[in-house]
């Protein structure tokens, strides 16, 4: 491995490292709020509530 070859891998990785953590950062920041939770519909009256 030559030289100058050896420095641009040095360079390479950190800087890939740091694209990579930059872009999982963001990903998360950016992300949209998750849904609000849904209220369930009241249960309809059955046979026996409703002949009182």
């Known amino acids: 491995m030559m030289r ?3 420095a641009v891998h040095r360079w390479l ?3 890939l490292a740091l ?3 930059l872009g ?3 990903a ?3 992300r949209p709020p ?3 939770p849904q209220e369930r ?3 309809p009256p059955t ?3 409703t002949a009182k």
Do not use: C, M
């Open 4 to 6: 100058a070859h050896r």
């Open 13 to 15: 990785w950190p800087v």
């Open 19 to 21: 694209a990579v953590t």
């Open 24 to 26: 999982f950062t963001l």
């Open 28 to 30: 998360l920041a950016w």
């Open 34 to 36: 998750p849904d609000p």
């Open 41 to 43: 519909p009241l249960d």
């Open 47 to 49: 046979g026996a509530e």
